[in-house]
């Protein structure tokens, strides 16, 4: 690799991780999970050790943490709060052994003591305590210099205030992590989006009253600057914290080996789910406080410490019961109910079991401690149950063979494909006799990629159902404004904002129209291929007096599952009546025939991110009435990558290797002659 294009992806990296880190300590609002952040960091060292010209004063081998926020007053720390170097295998950790053996001089079979203690997932702060008295505490902030949040930290129960102890030193920094038991983060959730987010929005509100109000918990585990301690390691040191009042966590060892500290590590990763607060790793630091001074730090890390980071996609749980979804295609989906745990910086409460088949296939019951896996933006899912703590009375889920919400029987499809039944179960309604499909055909009516009605998305549409504003997709171009202007939370502008909205949405392509009915195999791709076919809406609806189903069998991509699932909608009355009802009220456009030589003919694109004012399915439409066309992923076959708002970072790169051309949403339009 050239030395140019190497600096240029150095800088890349350290940009990313600039605005990774202000996200995530300065706006509590983590673009990336732990995992991606950490592979971020560790791209950047590995960098930095193969080319010794990469050098930056923004590298995570200088810095660490974010600068601190304007809000607050910033304070030197005595001592800098560093962070730690990262384990996630053995072979991390005998070589973390190995380099300490080396820089002390020591044999291979030297014993050393390492203090295990694991690591909240929390916000890292630092109390001055002087003659045994509680004078400042300040946020880890940039690690040399942070915010003095005293007054908020003054609120803490678990901190104390004074401590009158004969052998507490005289001067000294006590340090800890702030965090939030998860029992106490069901009463927060609505607000903040984990419990660790909501520590720290707590603790950087300026009015110390409102932090009062969050049930903040402290847990100590080491010291910055002191003078007057007197305790010569780390195991002892924990215990004198205890005796003095602070709280330490009670999952802490003392542990000598490789082996064992692996042992260990693996039985903390089971009782996680166990537990009332989120850890992700537990970190080793060598025991005895003279070997920590001799081996000093090496950057802005030091060399006794290491943290051995749990895996970030998978965590073990509870399930606490399992509860039956129904789509609009009347598919009914298991999911269990879990104890809530932290899964790469999301709290997890939901996981779906697929079908009843997965959960015959895996035995899954009530009460059974699963492992649950969440991997990038996958719905998080059970991956395998720990037979051994199964309870006796914990019995076979018996799937309902009657539809939860209307009572009709519920049915397995026979697969003409595989000759063999489908693996999901259906409610057999049809149309909108079944409560849960209608209002989840209502979701799907004016979802993003069908209407797209602004301000009427899934809560409003539950709400609106409830109240019986809406029952058939009709009733949205009906409402009546004055109820809801008298409903809890709505008012004139917010009222006015939403009859906007559904006005403008009146006029609606025919594809896209037909996709918004939610017919079963009927996605957008099959309603352009319908739309084309049919050409006007009054074509489509009177394929019922016609019956020239067989017909749609001539459309290049419409198979015979799709023609028996348009014959099944056009069967039953109240789809007909929705039919007659929508034309009156709509202006549906006529479908057009392609104009090969549009302004984007012969150009392929792709979006990454979040557009403004604009969804993808909008862009995508945009893209094919103008000759062009869209990929579903970076290669040579892409001409154009469309960033929006938080892309995905290995798009970019793989597009920047490619030589393909990177362009925001202005530019985009452009193309086309039109302004965001």
């Not at 609002?29 to 952040?37: I, N, Y």
Request: charged share 30%.
């Amino acid at each position: 690799m050239e030395k140019k294009k190497i600096q240029i992806k150095y800088k890349n990296y350290l940009k990313l991780l600039q605005k990774y880190n202000k996200y995530y300590f300065e706006k509590n609002e983590p673009l990336v999970s732990d995992k991606d952040f950490d592979q971020l960091k560790e791209n950047i060292f590995s960098l930095e050790k193969k080319y010794t010209f990469l050098n930056s004063k923004n590298s995570p081998s200088k810095t660490v943490g974010f600068k601190p926020s304007k809000n607050f007053k910033k304070v030197n720390h005595k001592v800098p709060m560093l962070s730690l170097a990262n384990a996630f295998s053995e072979e991390d950790l005998l070589n973390f052994e190995k380099k300490i053996t080396n820089f002390l001089s020591k044999k291979t079979d030297f014993k050393i003591f390492y203090s295990a203690e694991p690591k909240i997932d929390g916000i890292s702060a630092s109390l001055t305590y002087k003659n045994g008295n509680l004078v400042r505490g300040l946020s880890r902030g940039d690690g040399k210099e942070g915010e003095d949040i005293t007054k908020n930290l003054y609120t803490i129960e678990d901190i104390p205030k004074k401590i009158l102890s004969k052998d507490f030193p005289e001067d000294i920094d006590i340090r800890g992590e702030v965090f939030i038991q998860n029992s106490d983060f069901e009463y927060l959730k609505d607000k903040f989006a984990n419990p660790r987010n909501a520590a720290s929005g707590s603790l950087r509100q300026k009015n110390s009253e409102d932090t009062k109000k969050i049930p903040l918990k402290f847990i100590a585990y080491t010291f910055g600057f002191e003078n007057g301690l007197k305790v010569e390691n780390q195991s002892d040191y924990l215990n004198k914290l205890k005796q003095w009042g602070f709280k330490i966590n009670p999952l802490n060892k003392l542990i000598s080996g490789v082996k064992n500290l692996i042992e260990n590590y693996n039985e903390v990763e089971k009782k996680r789910a166990d537990l009332d607060f989120d850890i992700d790793g537990i970190v080793y630091k060598i025991n005895n406080f003279t070997l920590q001074k001799r081996l000093g730090n090496v950057a802005n890390a030091p060399r006794w410490a290491i943290a051995h980071k749990f895996s970030s996609n998978k965590a073990v749980s509870q399930i606490k019961d399992i509860e039956i979804q129904i789509g609009r295609t009347g598919a009914l989906t298991p999911v269990a109910k879990i104890k809530p745990v932290n899964i790469g910086g999301v709290l997890v409460s939901n996981a779906t079991l697929h079908n009843e088949d997965e959960i015959e296939r895996k035995d899954i019951r009530i009460g059974d401690t699963v492992t649950v896996e969440r991997a990038g933006d996958v719905i998080p899912h059970i991956i395998s149950v720990d037979f051994k703590k199964r309870k006796k009375d914990n019995l076979k889920f018996i799937f309902p063979e009657k539809c939860p919400s209307c009572g009709l029987k519920t049915i397995k499809e026979y697969n003409l494909i595989t000759k063999k039944k489908d693996a999901v179960r259906r409610c057999s309604s049809e149309g909108y006799f079944c409560e849960k499909i209608s209002v989840e055909k209502l979701k799907h009516f004016v979802s993003k990629e069908a209407f797209n009605i602004d301000g009427l998305g899934k809560k409003i549409v539950e709400s609106f159902w409830s109240l019986k504003l809406i029952q058939f997709p009709q009733d949205i171009f009906k409402l009546d404004y004055n109820k809801i202007e008298n409903l809890e939370g709505w008012g004139k502008l917010s009222v006015e904002n939403l009859k906007y909205s559904i006005n403008e949405k009146k006029n609606i392509s025919l594809d896209r129209l037909i996709y918004a009915l939610g017919i079963r195999h009927i996605g957008l791709e099959n309603a352009k291929l319908l739309s084309k076919y049919f050409i006007s809406f009054s074509n489509f609806k009177n394929l019922s007096k016609t019956n020239k189903y067989n017909e749609l069998l001539n459309i290049d991509g419409i198979g015979e599952t799709q023609v028996n699932s348009v014959k099944n909608f056009f069967s039953v009355s109240i789809n007909l009546k929705v039919l007659n009802e929508l034309e009156k009220l709509l202006n549906i456009k006529k479908s057009k025939n392609e104009d090969k030589n549009g302004l984007l003919k012969d150009k392929s694109f792709l979006v990454t991110g979040k557009l403004n004012n604009i969804s993808r399915a909008e862009v995508k439409s945009l893209i094919e009435e103008n000759s062009g066309t869209t990929v579903s992923s970076v290669s040579k076959k892409l001409n154009y990558l469309i960033t929006g708002e938080k892309p995905t970072k290995r798009k970019i790169e793989d597009a920047k290797m490619l030589k393909i051309k990177i362009i925001n949403q202005d530019e985009f339009l452009k193309m086309l002659n039109k302004t965001s």
